[in-house]
């Protein structure tokens, strides 16, 4: 695999998911890409029962269609720490066995399905975003194959995400890819992820991100007793582009 970057698709007024992704899509094949079959990611996220003097943990566990053999976990000990496994699709049954220790958020299940595309070096998959079966939002994935470290390949993921898309992503890396400053033994260091090698849990990752966001939306009009809807953003979009 090559190095992916995620891209929530801003929504315009007016347009409902299905629009988008099929203008999308027909976009895409005028401009010579073709059609690659379907994709899935979900996300199931589980709470550790309460414990007095103990922080809730977290367990996320998510699948993606391009490794179907494996269950990947990211699991948040309730002190912003993260700790990310892989393992076979077994896990899903372990965590079902731990009912008295983990608890299924089941109303905030969520996943990105839809059309896989291919376009030269480039994978694209353009993924309807839901959450109990309420559609959130269209959230894109494109993949440049021949790289395995950002750095060496953004300007080209940019430039197809503009071209494709039409619209404006800025020229710093995406969020998941900024320079963070942690310490250690040695004493501040800072991690350059856009200079390391790309591997499938960044994927992940990146996919775990952006379904949070999704996920705070909801909870954030709930909380003010608005009608919950799909994501909606500022950027302009232009529509008209062949």
């Known amino acids: 695999m090559g190095v992916t970057v995620l891209q929530p698709y801003p929504m315009p007024e007016g347009k409902s998911g299905a629009y988008i992704i099929d203008h999308l899509g027909k976009r895409l094949l005028s401009l ?37 053999a494996s269950t990947f976990s990211i699991i948040d000990n309730g002190t912003g720490k993260q700790v990310a496994l892989v393992a076979d699709n077994i896990f899903d049954l372990l965590m079902l066995k731990m009912t008295n220790t983990f608890t299924s958020k089941k109303q905030t299940k969520i996943e ?4 896989r595309f291919e376009y030269g070096d480039f994978v694209i998959k353009l993924g309807s975003v839901t959450m109990m079966e309420h559609f959130k939002g ?17 300007e080209m993921i940019r430039e197809m995400l503009q071209g494709f898309l039409s619209i404006n992503v800025g020229k710093e890396y995406p969020s998941y890819f900024t320079t963070q400053t942690i310490m250690n033994a040695m004493g501040q260091q800072q991690l350059h992820k ?30 003010m007793g608005g009608t919950v809807g799909p994501v909606m953003m500022n950027t302009v979009v232009g529509m008209g582009r062949p």
């Not at 073709?34 to 199931?44: K, N, P, R």
């Not at 090698?197 to 996919?207: A, G, N, S």
Request: charged residues 15%.
């Open 112 to 115: 990105s399905r839809g059309a």
């Open 32 to 68: 010579g890409a073709t059609h690659a079959g379907q994709f899935l990611v979900d996300c199931e996220t589980f709470i550790s029962t309460p414990q007095h003097g103990t922080p809730t943990r977290a367990v996320h566990v998510l699948h993606n269609s391009e490794c179907p």
């Open 138 to 154: 269209v959230l894109v994935e494109i993949e440049y194959k021949p790289c395995i470290t950002l750095s060496y390949c953004w």
């Open 194 to 223: 856009q200079n390391d090698i790309y591997e499938p849990m960044d994927t992940i990752k990146q996919y775990l991100e952006q379904f949070t966001n999704y996920r705070k939306h909801v909870q954030m009009h709930s909380a």
